[in-house]
Structures are given as C-alpha cells and as structure tokens.
C-alpha cells in the first residue's frame, strides 16, 4: 500500500510531540471517515514509540443513524462503555472527516443534546485525565468550505498541520504571563464593545499539544464580569447546523440577548442549560497560516488576529466554574480587512488590528512564526 509520506510526517508530530507517547502507555485513536493508510500511519508511530495502540472507526451516516433514534436506556450503557475503556487510556488521538460537515443537521435537538449528556464523563475524563490531541482530516467538503481546490488545501492543511509550533513558544510564555497579571479586558471594534476581568483565572497556552491545527492562549472571564456587546463576523457550525452574524448581549455575565441569521436555534442552544448563557473561555489565536474561517472551528478559532468567546463549559484548569453540555467557541477576526479592532488589557493596548503591540508579544505575530523576522 502506498502512503503519503506526510502520513507519516503529521503521525510523527501526533505520536511524539503532541501525546509525547511514553513506552507501555495506552493510546485511543479515534478515527472519523478517515484514510486507512492514516489510521496504520498512527499505529505504527505508536509502536515505534513502545505505546500500545487501540482503534475506534466511525462513519458520520453511521453515527446520524444511531442517533436518530437514541434513548437514554440504550446510550447510559454506551456511555457506560466508553468511560470504563477510557479510563483505561494514557492519550487519545482524534482525526475527524467528512465528506459532509452538515450529516448531523435534521438530528433532532433533543436528541443531540441526550447524547452530549450522556457521554460528557467520558469527555470530562478525557480532557483532563489523558494526554489528548485532536483534529480534522482534509476533504473535500473543506476545501469547498475554504474557497480551494482539493489540491490546494490539502497542501494548505498539511503545511498547518506540520508548523514548527516550538517557534510559538516565546511569545506564548509572555502572554500566558502577562494575562496572569491582567484584571480588566476590553475588547473594541465593529459591533463590539466588551469589558470582562480574567483576575485569578490563569491562561493555557496552546502549541500543537491538544488541537492541531493550533496557536492560541486562553483564559475565562470572571463569571459574573462579563458586561457590554460581541458581534462575531466568522460564521460558524454547531450540532450541524450553521450560523452567520451572531450578536450577544451580557449583563452581570449571562446573556441576555441573542440574535443571528438562526435566532430562534441559537437561543434553543442557548437555553440548554443554565451554564450555556455564560462564558467559559476567552483566546486569542495566532496561527500565521490560517487566516480565512472555514466553518471549522479547530482552524477558526486559531486564525490569525482573532479572538474566540465561548458560551458554556469552562475548562476545569484554567476557568471560572461553570457548567454546562454546551461548549460553543465563536470567533471574531480583528485584521483590519475584517473591519479591526483592539484588545486592550487594565487599559494598555495589546493588540491592534490582528497584531501584538508589546515587544514582548510581538514573536507572535505572523511574520516572526513564519521565520521571516528574528
């Protein structure tokens, strides 16, 4: 069987960077509609590192179907399952593709939503008892989305995908550091104007470790502190469904108005729970290569000179406490060709139009993460 060899390349980078795979150590590796010559790419990297590797397929018509008809007393065993299996797991490795983002669009909502109930302990351990990475595999439904060719954008997602992602690590130890330090944030531009603090929180920084692509640093608000307005200008798919142009209102940190091209499903969303109409994360992604949204947030909330302001479940490490089974990451680009913007933090500016003004912050601007200033 022929392999690409950037199967290899990018399993490496999985395997040995990102889960840092130790000898004796349990791998998942959950496949999505992925090539077979990838899954056997990631298996033998693990084998190659002493690890043990164990396999999950799936196919997206498959998980439709089995979700159309879910019940609570068929999925509480599944979940039941796939805890005690996870639990058993040093890493997990997830590649997800598709032919089609939108396979799950006529899924009923509740029946979404019982599913994501019963399978968060398995996400909850996952996320914070396994070294875990996870991203997307190139098809051409994506590239459809992006504005490319098959060609151009597998090329675009392997250049990606590969990144020298030591380079971020500077100038993410700075602003990890400075947001540490940082009571007040506000955020200005087209449709926003947004005041939050993120005092005692802490920041995580992201490179190439949990999502690839990667290229972020994230914190949370002070639950309650979120005050003002978000327009976020890149478009967006959650539980199958897109969305265009959302605008949310906070007051005391809940939000308190909700419109978009789907007003009445964002709110539906929105009102999963309590903890869905409050923010569990605040990011500002950096990744030199991507700069366009493509309706896949693991490449849009790292685009380069955005910001990403998340309805729902904070993260246990670096957040505020809240709860939910929604975790919605929207994203709002500030280069000044999607209108600009500026962050400012306890009122010294940060960030204008898409780049780092403090020399400091400045190795994460593209120029510097693509080699082409010291």
Known sequence: MLTDPRFDQLAEGLVGFSTSLKKGERVLIDAFDIPDAMIISLIRATRN?????????????????ITLGAAEDQFRPHAEIELA??????AYIALRGSENIFEASDVPPERVQLVSRLMKPVLDHRVSKTKWV???????????LAGKSTEEFEDFYFRVCTLDYSRMTPGMKALKELMENTDQVHIVGPGTDLRFSIKGIGAQPCGGLRNIPDGEVFSCPVKHSVEGV???NAPTVYLGQSFDNIRLSFKQGRIVDASANNTKRLNEILDSDEGARYIGEFALGFNPYILEPMRDILFDEKIAGSFHFTPGQAYE??????????????VCIQRPEYGGGEIYFDGKLIRKDGLFVPKSLQKLN??????KTK
């Open 366 to 371: 593209p120029d510097y993460l693509l080699g």
């Open 85 to 90: 299996r996870m639990q058993k797991m040093d």
């Open 134 to 144: 996870v991203l997307r595999w190139p098809a051409p439904s994506m590239a459809q």
């Open 317 to 330: 490490t670096v957040g505020n406490g809240n709860r939910s089974q929604v975790h919605w990451d929207m």
């Open 230 to 232: 978000v327009q976020y």
């Open 49 to 65: 590192h002493g690890a043990h590797p164990y396999v999950n397929i799936h196919r997206a018509r498959i998980t439709r179907e």
